[in-house]
């Protein structure tokens, strides 16, 4: 069987933070670009998380790439193989949904010292939520009524949350470069929502 191709190719913009980002770059440059197609990208974003827990360390990559008519999602995460012969297995998963199922962007500000807060990035952290319906939380509590002395079961009440997708981006971590491509890449998706 042939080797099928990408159909797509990426600027060199996003090749560049594929590859600096270092977890499999060959393989999420394909999927991206499979992804993306022939369509124009906007605006990107790259983010790399690692994970330990007991047995190993975890990398995680996420992909947001604003073309002007979809939002393309890309992961690729560690996993651990059954196979004895071959321990080390990722998995690569896709998602592109059209701009206008995209429900919210979020963006979440963390200010160390606001009083004397000057507009830099640096110390600050951001927290960048997309929700377009396809993942709802439920957060449940206990009904209680004003009557301290009452025991009776009023049942639940909560609330629905639709976040489909949350990356928190520190510029303590990961330089504060990282926290303004997050700023640039929700204002860019912002602007095209509702259109």
């Given at each position: 069987?042939?080797?099928?191709?990408?159909?797509?190719?990426?600027?060199?913009?996003?090749?560049?933070?594929?590859?600096r980002?270092?977890?499999?770059?060959?393989?999420?440059?394909?999927?991206?670009a499979?992804?993306?197609?022939?369509?124009t990208?906007?605006?990107?974003?790259?983010?790399?998380?690692?994970?330990?827990?007991?047995?190993?360390?975890?990398?995680?990559?996420?992909?947001?790439?604003?073309?002007?008519?979809?939002?393309v999602?890309?992961?690729?995460?560690?996993?651990?193989?059954?196979?004895?012969?071959?321990?080390?297995?990722?998995?690569?998963?896709?998602?592109?949904?059209p701009?206008?199922a995209?429900?919210?962007v979020?963006l979440?500000?963390?200010?160390?010292d606001?009083?004397?807060?000057?507009?830099?990035?640096?110390?600050?952290?951001?927290?960048?939520?997309?929700g377009?319906?396809?993942?709802?939380?439920?957060?449940?509590?206990?009904?209680?009524?004003?009557?301290?002395?009452?025991?009776?079961?009023?049942?639940?009440?909560?609330?629905?949350?639709?976040?489909?997708?949350?990356?928190?981006?520190?510029?303590?971590?990961?330089?504060?470069?990282?926290?303004?491509?997050?700023?640039?890449?929700?204002?860019?998706?912002?602007?095209?929502l509702?259109?």
């Open positions: 069987m042939p080797r099928r191709q990408s159909t797509g190719t990426l600027p060199a913009d996003l090749q560049q933070d594929i590859e980002a270092g977890y499999l770059p060959a393989v999420v440059s394909d999927i991206v499979t992804a993306v197609g022939p369509d990208v906007v605006a990107h974003l790259v983010h790399q998380e690692t994970t330990f827990d007991e047995q190993a360390v975890r990398r995680h990559l996420t992909v947001l790439v604003l073309t002007e008519g979809r939002l999602i890309a992961h690729a995460d560690d996993h651990e193989s059954g196979d004895v012969e071959r321990q080390h297995v990722a998995t690569a998963t896709t998602e592109t949904v701009l206008r995209v429900r919210g979020m979440t500000h963390v200010l160390p606001p009083e004397r807060f000057t507009g830099e990035l640096t110390g600050r952290a951001v927290t960048l939520t997309l377009w319906g396809a993942v709802s939380r439920v957060d449940l509590v206990p009904a209680a009524c004003s009557d301290p002395n009452c025991e009776g079961d009023h049942g639940y009440e909560g609330t629905v949350a639709s976040d489909d997708i949350a990356l928190r981006i520190s510029a303590d971590t990961e330089g504060p470069e990282a926290v303004g491509r997050a700023l640039e890449f929700s204002e860019q998706l912002s602007a095209r509702g259109r």
